[in-house]
């Protein structure tokens, strides 16, 4: 549904970052009973007794009414007389249904508990997200409330507990210094926490402060006697003991992940007292971590897509070209999708070098000219100019005669980018991914060697040669996991999702589409997943139908939602029933006629047929041009077959979007002989194959 609910502060609901209105204070309160309840049925009755000491005559009904205008706020595309999705009417009262993941609570709640079963390294990260979600006390605006009260308290102490475990996980990693703070502050507010206490003693210890810890010791001592009149519990005084006799124990886990914690912290202490503020070392090292922090995922590659474009424009405000061709050029992360996650960030970059490429001196710098140029080339992907592909050839170029393998790679990498000028051309991808795989792996390019078997998986199933692909899906998998890049593996995982809707398994195929569109989320790649899931399932239910319609009305295998699916004279599949309703990003225009042809709208959708543009020359391509050819069929739009036959023809061999590793509509060539057979006949459409 695309609505998040927010409780961890005052009531709130927004759809893609919108706030929605929520009109009154009694309207908030029937929203935020109905997430108390966790998806049960909260009957009428309790409504009322909940909103209103002294409920008023007529209080069902103005319950009725909130609730109303609460649905038109949350579902305001829902048609009319047509059942709610979200708040459902249940019985004798509502209930909200949204997605496990659409409430924040219920997202901190996972998040914690999630963190509890993993290792520090990967805990640290998720407590952090967790702990960020909280803008205030929970359910603040309800602290009186007694339906709210239960809730309000279980949360605001497992809060508590996140703190302290972050903590805990902070010290086991050696970070003692970044969990002072926090804990500072956490016991300002909470002094009676013990376990608090304990570890800030012992952080504090660990920085070798242990007078400041024996200070903390006996300030909680003080603490507890005035507050709750006892003495520490037997944890704090055995700690006091252990620091006095310098146990130890006490001392940081000497484990190599402590231990290279322990070093980053001191080594980027060092730099941060030695590098002079303004220097330019200071800056390139600061493009480096980003380059680093784009290839761990989710919330690292987002922030390192903020700060990018900060780190040009300073290199830009020393006036030295080549520097900033430098920090433009340091930022060779190897990309795989052909859409930009920030179209506008991208044109941005797209201009900054060109403004260095202007301005760097005659012949001199080439190494420098090719990172522009590649980076040219990536920025401009699924672009129609002519820049984007002369930046690849000449980088390429460079890159050759330098006999440089990094830069190579690269530049490979813009060359892949700029390889969708027409359809049909997965055999040259091939030939790109197969000399990153050998280049990459001479060269310990590790990143580049897992970009080459992602380029090669991409290609081997347009070209249905699964079996090398599931190859280069597993070497995937195992650099990924060897050397920490857990982005790869979303690709991966839908490639086994494509691999069951590839071998006529939709039921199984929609299930693995569903958990992979779940591992997109939150993974920082908004190019990649806005639409994805809706377009694979379109895909999905209309290839099936396809392919029912080849084995025909006799075949007793279920339709694209599990039953059997039948035209209007009950003979063949009826039409793709799809919901606009959803988040189908850049795919919306391909989705539009499916769904107008859905309703009966045969002329709505003719129209829109026609005013499809071309689809971007990106890996979707062959997809898109397919699913125009599938409607154009239906209501036998001759023009629009003609047109997509010639933009086919040169992929005759491949299977329809398997070269996106992602999804599939089948062999391009049965969706070339459906218009051909329609092209024959002088008058009405042909149903496809």
């Not at 003991?241 to 001392?251: R, T």
Request: with cysteine; net charge negative; glycine share 8%.
């Amino acid at each position: 549904m695309g609505v998040a609910f927010g409780v961890l502060g005052p009531t709130v609901a927004e759809s893609d970052g919108r706030a929605l209105a929520l009109k009154g204070p009694r309207h908030r309160a029937v929203l935020a009973r109905l997430v108390v309840a966790r998806r049960r049925v909260v009957p009428v009755t309790h409504l009322v007794d909940d909103l209103w000491t002294d409920p008023p005559p007529g209080a069902v009904g103005a319950v009725q009414t909130f609730v109303a205008a609460l649905r038109r706020v949350l579902e305001p595309d829902r048609p009319p007389r047509t059942p709610a999705r979200l708040l459902v009417t249940d019985g004798p009262g509502y209930a909200l249904r949204p997605e496990p993941d659409a409430v924040d609570a219920w997202r901190f709640e996972t998040a914690v508990g999630g963190a509890a079963r993993l290792p520090a390294t990967e805990a640290l990260p998720r407590l952090e997200e967790a702990l960020a979600l909280w803008r205030g006390p929970a359910y603040a605006e309800f602290e009186e409330e007694d339906w709210a009260r239960g809730e309000r308290s279980r949360l605001a102490e497992l809060r508590l507990q996140a703190v302290e475990q972050r903590a805990r996980t902070q010290l086991a990693l050696g970070l003692a210094a970044e969990a002072v703070p926090d804990l500072d502050v956490h016991l300002a507010a909470h002094p009676w926490r013990e376990d608090a206490w304990w570890l800030l003693a012992l952080a504090l210890y660990r920085q070798d402060r242990q007078g400041d810890a024996l200070g903390v010791l006996r300030r909680a001592r003080a603490v507890l006697a005035d507050q709750l009149g006892v003495d520490p519990g037997p944890r704090l005084r055995r700690l006091e003991a252990d620091i006095l006799a310098q146990e130890p124990g006490l001392d940081p886990p000497a484990g190599p992940t402590a231990t290279a914690a322990r070093l980053w912290t001191r080594t980027a202490a060092a730099y941060d007292r030695t590098v002079a503020a303004g220097a330019r070392a200071r800056l390139e090292t600061t493009v480096s971590l980003i380059r680093n922090l784009a290839v761990t995922g989710g919330g690292g590659l987002v922030t390192a897509g903020q700060h990018r474009m900060e780190a040009i424009a300073a290199a830009e405000e020393f006036g030295d070209p080549d520097l900033t061709a430098r920090v433009i050029g340091a930022y060779d992360v190897p990309a795989i999708w052909t859409r930009s996650d920030d179209p506008e960030l991208a044109r941005r970059i797209v201009e900054a070098a060109e403004r260095a490429l202007t301005a760097l001196p005659g012949d001199a710098h080439e190494a420098s000219r090719c990172r522009l140029l590649a980076t040219i080339a990536l920025e401009t992907r699924g672009s129609r100019a002519p820049r984007g592909p002369q930046a690849a050839r000449e980088a390429q170029e460079i890159a050759r005669r330098l006999d440089d393998p990094a830069l190579l790679a690269f530049a490979l990498n813009g060359v892949f980018m700029q390889s969708f000028t027409r359809a049909g051309l997965a055999a040259r991808r091939d030939e790109i991914g197969a000399e990153l795989v050998e280049l990459a792996a001479r060269h310990d390019l590790v990143t580049y060697e897992v970009l080459g078997h992602l380029i090669r998986l991409q290609a081997r199933g347009a070209l249905a040669d699964f079996a090398a692909a599931d190859r280069h899906a597993a070497a995937v998998d195992r650099l990924a996991e060897r050397h920490e890049l857990p982005l790869a593996g979303v690709f991966t995982q839908w490639y086994r999702a494509l691999r069951l809707a590839a071998s006529g398994q939709p039921a199984g195929a929609e299930s693995a589409y569903r958990d992979a569109a779940a591992r997109l989320d939150g993974a920082g790649m908004p190019g990649l997943e806005r639409g994805l899931l809706p377009l694979a399932l379109l895909c999905l239910r209309v290839e099936h139908r396809r392919t029912w319609s080849d084995t025909g009305p006799g075949d007793t295998g279920p339709g694209p939602t599990g039953a059997r699916s039948t035209g209007p004279g009950g003979t063949g599949p009826g039409p793709v029933e799809i919901d606009l309703g959803a988040d189908w990003g850049p795919y919306r225009p391909w989705a539009a006629p499916f769904a107008l042809l859905a309703s009966g709208r045969r002329a709505e959708a003719r129209a829109a047929l026609r005013a499809l543009p071309e689809p971007p020359r990106d890996l979707m391509y062959e997809a898109c041009c397919c699913l125009e050819a599938v409607v154009a069929l239906e209501v036998g739009d001759r023009d629009v077959l003609e047109r997509a036959r010639t933009r086919l023809l040169p992929a005759a061999g491949e299977l329809a979007g398997a070269g996106s590793g992602l999804i599939t509509l089948g062999p391009v060539e049965d969706h070339l002989a459906d218009i051909t057979t329609a092209l024959r006949a002088p008058t009405s459409p042909v149903p496809p194959r």
